[in-house]
């Protein structure tokens, strides 16, 4: 008769060893794969995604070019030569020279204007979103998990700002500033963005707090900052973060539309806004003037809504 075996099953961290009754000398080791968190499956399939890969390419470059804008060209974006250079036309050999992308109707040199404006934009959209982001989550945060009348009178605040159309409200709010420096029209862009981050968060905290692990917080006596803190907050952070990146490159193409239209940044201030509203008077003569600063928004734009929708498709499960 064949002779019968036992078999002896021990886990040790990502390692099965399986010991047989009949060979005891004999051990099976089997690796366990381990467990990925959200955030590890999500960081696991940016990086074989193209398209996170170009756009977030494409943000650092901008991020190092706004802090650090001498490193890419030695011509300053105030000076000026009407004699020389009015208007000049781009020298597309001259790669990263004063005239590689030509002058403006000031003799401004348009390549220097572009590596400095980068840092007026990117810190108008980093700075609006990163208080929206606070504000909206605490206010979204308070209204979900607290409910009953503390969300009824948060939810009608949010609703009477979502009421206001964005850029038709931050014109308003701007035109009663008489100097419009870079910190007024951040303030003016949160006083009216925050609301979609606050609805957001409230949806993602009435689901979370109806969570086991925040019920039994609750049982244990945990208090509420720690419930908020430690378990909810930790949780909702994922839908927060995908609408904070798609929403930055919204508040860039805002701070130039403003710009534009005159209500935003406003000289001395180095801007790609500014830029393209002084370009406008030359459309006809030299289109290069307009024309470019408004290709640097729109590059930057898409680079971040790019980054965003990677993320997104990234941390919801039901887009993979």
């Known amino acids: 008769m064949p002779e019968k075996t036992a078999a002896t099953t021990a886990s040790t961290g990502t390692e099965k060893v ?15 794969p381990k467990a990925r968190s959200l955030w590890s499956d999500a960081w696991h399939d940016l990086r074989r995604n193209p398209l996170f890969l170009v756009s977030a390419g494409l943000i650092v470059l901008l991020l190092i070019v706004s802090a650090f804008p001498g490193l890419f060209t030695s011509a300053s ?14 020298n597309w050999s001259h790669f990263f020279q004063p005239d590689w992308l030509g002058y403006d109707g000031q003799g401004r040199s348009i390549y220097s204007r572009v590596v400095y404006g980068a840092r007026a934009s990117i810190i108008v959209g980093v700075g609006v979103t990163a208080l929206v982001t606070i504000i909206g989550t605490l206010v979204g945060m308070i209204a979900g998990y607290f409910g009953g009348w503390v969300d009824t009178i948060l939810s009608r605040i949010t609703d009477i700002f979502m009421g206001i159309p964005f850029l038709l409200g931050a014109l308003v709010v701007l035109t009663s500033f008489e ?9 003016a862009l949160v006083f009216l963005g925050w609301t979609q981050i606050a609805r957001v968060a ?18 244990l006596g945990a208090s509420t900052t720690r419930i908020l803190t430690r378990h909810v907050l930790p949780n909702a952070l994922a839908p927060i973060i995908v609408v904070a990146t798609i929403a930055l490159g919204g508040y860039i193409a805002a701070e130039a539309t403003l710009s534009f239209l005159g209500v935003g940044l406003a000289e001395p201030t180095v801007s790609w806004g500014v830029d393209v509203s002084s370009g406008r008077e030359q459309l006809r003569n030299a289109p290069h003037v307009l024309i470019i600063p408004s290709v640097m928004v729109s590059i930057t734009v898409l680079s971040f809504l790019m980054f965003g929708d990677a993320v997104r498709n990234a941390l919801d499960p039901k887009l993979r």
Do not use: E, F
């Open 18 to 32: 399986t010991t047989t009754a009949a060979a005891p000398d004999t051990v099976l080791v089997t690796k366990v």
């Open 77 to 90: 974006p105030r000076d000026a030569d009407l004699a020389n250079h009015y208007l000049g036309q781009p």
């Open 179 to 187: 100097k419009r420096a870079i910190w007024v029209v951040i303030l």
């Open 202 to 219: 409230r949806g993602s905290v009435i689901t979370i707090k109806q969570a086991d692990y925040v019920v039994a917080a609750k049982a």
